[in-house]
């Protein structure tokens, strides 16, 4: 009898249409007869394929939905051949059969990681076949339990960086709203490594920062953290507008796992007033201005991004806003999308057309997320890269 049938209900029927694939490791021929025999008599859903060694069964194991697994095979000893089916990928459900003299083995072999054991000779087709389905169900089950603990792995990450990368402002001011989006690429999940943060100093001035770390994964996230803590650290330190790039490609230099790695920045620093803004680029798009009229900002003073060079080499722009505009800053990934399926980038003269035709809008929300929808929609599908953006609207006091 199986070694845990008085331990389970019932299993529940097989449907009609499906037929379980079954290798079956045997190299004893009147025993594989014998298991033949009773999966035939009870016209068990099932096709077996018979191999004789654990050699050809790390072959032939790919699709299958179920192993039998004779212990005593002549190229194993002990488990040894359990445990070389349980290390293959395809992960097929291993039920032990074991000799009448042999069954403490098979409780080892399910301590092992057996699904099931049966005793030769005293098992029916109707055992076999339940401990075959109990085998494929435990698997089934155990799979989905364990893809449900990397999802929430997953979201806890994904909340943490979220956290540390887009982090909630630090200002007040009843004239200004903004709002924010981000989007991972079609090759992820999680975030990568855009970031952006906006600080106020006590002399009014809004200190605002977007950055994008190449590359994709936890690493680039982890940095791009980095650069968002210290970069904020810096403002709140005084430290001077014009210095605070050189110390943040300090960081990246001395965080960064190896050369290549580098990342782009646009820093705004707008004034007490709110009628304009200081601004410095390395390697990063310029935002663009959406109101009183629609342009992207200058970006012929784009020096190279953080990490390119020894040294930070970008140069302050004065941007005139005047009492009442709209601003948008993104990292390139939405820049980045294309005109169709192999199109040339669409960079903001391809984009802008698209928010003209958003413009005004019902709120932001309505702005940020129908904006990469319709990028989305002209690239052919979702974007390659993350998306950051960074809405920032001054009207009325």
């Keep these: 009898m199986s070694g845990t049938e008085s331990a389970v209900a019932p299993a529940p029927a097989t449907p009609a249409d499906v037929i379980w694939p079954i290798l079956l490791v045997e190299d004893d021929d009147g025993d594989a007869f014998l298991v033949s025999e009773l999966l035939e008599e009870v016209s068990a859903p099932v096709s077996v394929t018979r191999v004789r060694t654990v050699a050809e069964a790390l072959v032939g194991s790919a699709g299958a939905a179920c192993i039998l697994l004779d212990l005593g095979l002549p190229d194993s000893e002990g488990l040894s051949a359990l445990r070389r089916l349980l290390e293959v990928e395809s992960g097929a459900p291993v039920v032990v059969l074991t000799g009448l003299v042999d069954e403490y083995r098979g409780e080892q072999a399910v301590a092992a990681g057996a699904q099931d054991y049966l ?3 005293q098992v029916d087709g109707r055992d076999l076949v339940r401990a075959v389905r109990y085998a494929i169900e435990r698997t089934r089950a155990d799979t989905a339990a364990q893809a449900l603990r990397e999802s929430e792995l997953q979201a806890a990450e994904r909340s943490r960086l979220e956290r540390g990368l887009l982090p909630r402002p630090l200002y007040d001011d009843v004239r200004l709203r903004h709002d924010t989006r981000y989007r991972p690429g079609r090759r992820q999940s999680l975030l990568g490594g855009d970031f952006y943060d ?3 100093t006590p002399d009014g001035v809004l200190h605002v920062l977007l950055g994008d770390v190449c590359g994709h994964g936890p690493d ?3 940095l791009g953290v980095s650069l968002r803590i210290a970069w904020r650290t810096l403002v709140l330190a ?3 507008e014009a210095d605070r790039l050189g110390y943040l490609q300090r960081v990246l230099v001395s965080e960064r796992d190896h050369d290549e790695i580098f990342a782009t ?4 620093s707008i004034a007490a007033d709110r009628e304009y803004a200081r601004m410095r680029l390395a390697g990063h798009p310029p935002p663009a201005i959406l109101y009183p009229r629609l342009a992207a900002l200058p970006g012929d003073v784009v020096s190279p991004a953080l990490g390119i ?3 930070d080499l970008t140069q302050e722009v004065r941007v ?6 709209a601003l948008l800053l993104a990292t390139d990934g939405l820049l980045e999308g294309r ?3 192999g199109g040339e980038p669409l960079g903001w003269e391809g984009v802008l057309p698209e928010l003209a035709k958003l413009w005004p809008p019902q709120g932001p929300d309505h702005l940020l997320d129908s904006l990469i929808d319709r990028i989305e929609a002209r690239n052919g599908g979702p974007l390659t890269d993350d998306v950051a953006l960074l809405l920032l609207m001054r009207g009325d006091d």
């Design 220 to 222: 680039e996230a982890a």
């Design 198 to 200: 906006m600080v106020a």
């Design 238 to 240: 005084g430290v001077r």
């Design 339 to 341: 005109d169709g399926p």
């Design 309 to 311: 060079l020894d040294e």
């Design 119 to 121: 005793v030769k000779g």
């Design 320 to 325: 005139e806003l005047g009492p009442r505009w």
């Design 265 to 268: 920045v646009c820093e705004l």
